[in-house]
């Protein structure tokens, strides 16, 4: 096995993560990596091991077996100074709701000074801050008393008030509306290209993944089962297409390798009879969907044999 600690150091390094809970393994030989400024999406059904994976890198959880270094530590032993490196958005966070926005984002913000250096300034000034998340206008208003979106704003806010290197994000646009996940969007894209954060993101929201991900990765039956780019993983599982038509009232559908081809074909033979026809070529979701079905309804083995045949 490589060392860990070479020039190129990567910000998350995972070598064969395990996790057992009594006879149950959660987590069987987990594989990944994640580079200095990169997005990567963590997608997979409720139960996958998602949760477990996430809290093992943040240091929270002791894993069974394996070796994990995250900005060059191991989670497990990872100091105060490691930490501060590090930042989180949760699904939720429970705090005081007569804190007003910027008071809260300002106490927060002193835990990371004395971990400032000549590269990273922390914390964020806040008036900075709050104009890049859209809380400006709320800067003044008791957390209490903000709507949904604008919570979720203070969520993301919260998580990168420290600068992080490392950006943990679990449903980070849940509440939002079209605007303001497109703004998130743009915030994570900013984060990433200029200040060069790392983020890892959890989401069932394959469509954010696809716009944010510059790599998904689907974990299903304790391990990861695909990885690479949303463009690459989508050529992987495009497979057959289905061609739906219908033909003196009757409804036809067939899978065809070469679609195009089969169309061409079927006009030729058939012409202006062709009516209402629908080219569906095999997606990223569809695949993922079956992946989802098989391992709810208890044959999460299958789901990965599944998945990795329509890989192949």
């Known amino acids: 096995m490589e060392a860990f600690g070479t020039a190129d150091e990567p910000v998350i390094d995972v070598r064969d993560l395990r996790m057992r809970y009594g006879t149950k393994d959660v987590l069987d030989g987990v594989n990944f990596v994640a580079r200095r400024g990169e997005v990567l999406a963590l997608l997979g059904p409720n139960g996958a091991g998602k949760t477990t994976t996430i809290e093992i890198l943040e240091g929270f959880r002791m894993r069974s077996a394996g070796e994990v270094r995250v900005l060059g530590d191991d989670p497990a032993t990872g100091g105060e100074r490691w930490r501060a490196r590090l930042g989180v958005?949760?699904?939720?966070?429970?705090?005081?709701?007569?804190?007003?926005?910027?008071?809260?984002?300002?106490?927060?913000?002193?835990?990371?000074?004395?971990?400032?250096?000549?590269?990273?300034?922390?914390?964020?000034?806040?008036?900075?801050?709050l104009e890049v998340v859209g809380l400006t206008g709320q800067r003044d208003t008791r957390i209490g008393r903000l709507s949904g979106g604008q919570?979720?704003?203070?969520?993301?806010?919260?998580?990168?008030?420290?600068?992080?290197?490392?950006?943990?994000?679990?449903?980070?646009?849940?509440?939002?509306?079209?605007?303001?996940?497109r703004e998130f969007h743009d915030l994570v894209h900013r984060l990433t290209d200029v200040d060069d954060t790392t983020v890892l993101l959890t989401t069932h929201d394959l469509d954010e993944a696809e716009k944010l991900a510059d790599r998904i990765l689907i974990l299903a039956g304790g391990r990861i089962v695909a990885d690479g780019s949303p463009d690459e993983l989508a050529r992987r599982v495009a497979g057959e297409t289905e061609v739906r038509w219908t033909r003196d009232g009757s409804r036809y559908v067939h899978s065809a390798a070469d679609a195009t081809g089969f169309v061409r074909e079927l006009f030729a033979q058939y012409g202006e009879d062709i009516a209402d026809l629908e080219v569906r070529p095999t997606s990223l979701e569809d695949t993922y969907m079956t992946l989802v079905r098989e391992s709810e309804a208890g044959r999460a083995a299958d789901a990965v044999d599944v998945f990795a045949a329509v890989a192949r």
Request: glycine share 8%; aromatic share 12%.
């Open 151 to 181: 919570r979720r704003r203070l969520d993301v806010a919260i998580g990168i008030v420290g600068r992080p290197e490392l950006l943990f994000l679990d449903e980070p646009t849940v509440g939002f509306d079209v605007a303001a996940r």
């Open 89 to 129: 958005v949760l699904q939720s966070w429970r705090d005081h709701g007569k804190w007003r926005v910027r008071e809260l984002l300002g106490h927060l913000g002193t835990y990371y000074a004395d971990y400032s250096t000549s590269q990273i300034n922390r914390p964020w000034p806040v008036d900075e801050l």
